[in-house]
């Protein structure tokens, strides 16, 4: 699979960079018996960062609107009808991924069709698994509405740890299944809100890869 370094990850790897070889410089200048532990213990913190930008090479099985793809990875963590309150404002199957700081943290189209809403919201950084991180915490709703006029929310929700969510898509905007839609830095969570009638087609506590795994069937 190739490997890439996500747009958002070019400055911070800059930067952690400098940082880094000016620590290794300040400390070794006094110290020069801590070279090589050094060394090592700075390539492993810098390999940590590169990992979590990395951005691999993905395609689509198959593109179709009939299958809402899983928009990141991450491990599922709720699977269940609530009422959602901003969009719809009616009942939802609400599916959600939480994403580890070792997760890739790209998020991804999981369906075509044009940007029906989208919406920044700021708000507090409670851990992405809480049941409230939903609707408090810093988060930003897209709204997806297909060719057959099926309507799918997601939301990209901030952790304790996330501080910044960035989205490149915009209401009005036509957009490709499996495409980036935005990153969320350092520990997160996506939720997919889905009409009642999907399919779920994934189990509570599994591994999700982003553009490989459905999610769910649609009509």
């Not at 958002?8 to 070794?28: D, S």
């Not at 940590?48 to 930008?53: A, P, T």
């Not at 951005?55 to 009422?83: K, M, Q, S, W």
Request: with cysteine; aromatic share 12%.
């Amino acid at each position: 699979m190739p490997f890439r370094i996500h747009k958002e990850g070019y400055l911070i790897l800059l930067i952690a960079a400098l940082l880094l070889i000016g620590l290794y410089w300040l400390i070794t200048h006094y110290w020069p018996i801590l070279k090589w532990p050094l060394a090592v213990i700075c390539l492993v913190m810098y390999g940590l960062v590169v990992q979590f930008f990395r951005n691999p090479v993905r395609t689509i099985p198959l593109l179709d609107n009939h299958l809402v793809y899983a928009p990141c990875d991450g491990v599922v963590c709720v699977i269940e009808e609530v009422f959602e309150p901003e969009y719809f404002k009616d009942k939802r199957l609400q599916f959600s991924i939480f994403m580890s700081p070792l997760n890739v943290h790209v998020n991804r189209n999981p369906v075509s069709g044009t940007v029906a809403y989208a919406q920044y919201h700021p708000g507090k950084y409670l851990v992405a698994w809480h049941p409230k991180s939903s609707t408090e915490n810093e988060r930003t709703t897209i709204v997806y509405k297909t060719e057959s006029g099926t309507e799918i929310l997601m939301r990209q929700i901030a952790g304790a740890v996330a501080r910044r969510i960035v989205h490149y898509v915009k209401a009005g905007d036509t957009v490709q299944q499996g495409e980036d839609m935005g990153f969320i830095k350092f520990g997160s969570r996506v939720d997919l809100f889905l009409p009642l009638d999907a399919e779920i087609n994934v189990a509570m506590d599994q591994v999700m890869k982003g553009n490989l795994d459905v999610v769910a069937h649609i009509k």
